[in-house]
């Protein structure tokens, strides 16, 4: 009887094993139709609603170029993209082709999710991208991890009438932390608006404050971190100053970069930091302040006048079965026609050299949207990446949104915050370096 026992719990357990086994193997994509046809899946941040026909029309011409190929997309909202995609690579089903943010691309690469594309690449094929897009947005310890697909350069824009009212030209954005912060002065004692809103706490967007004054936020190797010094604690004082004036408002450190956007299209704050694809936004909701906007560089700009741009970029997984096939479709993406198209409904920018030096980016042009797109264009042919390429980033981040909430509303002093967000940063760095080599 206890043998039959046994012998029943052993079936059962099997039975539930080849269920199982049944199922992740039912999981596994198709990677080749009925017809024989190579299927690429690509997978895309929020783009259908907006641009399906676009893409659709791509996809359409690159099948036909390649009759034996058929590209499947899958397009997911920008909330929970990362975590549906890395169910996807849990369960077998990673998709070929996907679009990927910086950072995104990075937690990816370290974990060896994707294709290093230093092994398929031709050298004509490299040359064809913006060399700093390829090579410092897009490459990690040596590894080309993707493609730069297109790049979203901040541009600064100006409420004409603020400024007038407030004495300034609105033709001249601030250019340095000092004049930024003049101007802010001067907005709120002359208007009783807001210069600007910068989300201080979000996304570790301060480091890109810290590059912005020159200071490096590692050493050259980016194993260890060394931003806690007197430089960087007077950039922090100088935000600090503003805040307890009110020169800039209290959400700087609460809110995100959605309330930068309202507080500028309701005319509560006089400039707006932000990518040009916003102008839309506020061309449609607040059309009034869309007329009065003219448009600056980058507030305050890096050093020797380069300017941190955002890069989205096409990768290729590491599982999939059509590397060469995922590749082709990846490069035509990023064909200079079809990212001048692009261009054209949306002011993102081209990451490839042909693409960028068209007549259309060229053009002074007249309205905000036109002013933007002259201006995003020299920045991103003088760009480098906002912030360089750090693993385990999103620690990074909450490590240098915890050091401003520190000194902005609990009053701790910026050298000391600075010292404990460097300790965790060289805490975090030691750690990847631990697991990576495994000692």
Known sequence: MIKLIKLSIFLCVMGICCVLAGCSKAQKRQIVDEQGNKIISFYTMQLKTDFSDFINGMISEFEQNNPKVKIKWIDQPADGFETKLMSMYSVGESPDVINLNTGMMLNLHDR????????????????????????????????????????????????????????????????????????????????????????????????????????????????????????SAEVLRKYKNAYDKEWIPRESVT????????????????MLVNGPQFLRTIKTEAPDIYTSCSI?????????????????????????????????????????????????????????????????????????????????????????????????????CRAIDDMVRQVFLRNVPPEKALEQAQERWNRILASHKQKETGK
């Open 112 to 231: 060896n999710l994707l294709l290093n594309l230093n092994d398929y690449l031709t050298t004509k094929q490299r040359s064809m991208f913006v060399k700093s897009m390829i090579d410092e947005a897009c490459t990690f310890n040596g590894n080309t991890a993707g493609l730069p697909w297109y790049i979203s350069p901040a541009v600064t824009m100006i409420n004409t009438e603020v400024f007038k009212k407030a004495g300034l030209d609105p033709t001249h954005a601030p250019m340095t932390l000092d004049e930024l912060m003049d101007y802010c002065r001067i907005i709120r004692e002359k208007t009783g608006l807001f210069g600007v809103m910068l989300p201080l706490a979000e996304n570790g967007v301060f480091r890109t404050m810290i590059l912005n004054e020159g200071i490096p936020l590692t050493n050259p190797e980016k194993t260890q971190a060394i931003f806690a010094n007197e430089r």
């Open 255 to 270: 809110g995100k970069h959605r309330r930068a956007i309202d507080m500028f299209k309701n005319g509560k704050a006089a």
């Open 296 to 396: 600056g560089f980058t507030a305050p700009r890096l050093p020797n006048y380069t300017y941190g741009t955002e890069t989205q970029a096409v990768c290729i997984s590491a599982k999939t079965a059509h590397p060469k096939e995922a590749l082709a479709f990846a490069l035509w993406l990023c064909a200079p026609k079809n990212q001048l198209q692009f261009s054209h409904l949306v002011p993102v920018f081209p990451s490839t050299t042909e693409a960028l030096a068209d007549p259309y980016f060229a053009d002074k042009g007249t309205t905000p949207e036109q002013m933007a797109i002259y201006i995003g264009a020299q920045e991103v042919a003088k760009g480098v990446p906002n912030v360089p390429t750090l693993p385990l980033d999103g620690k990074l």
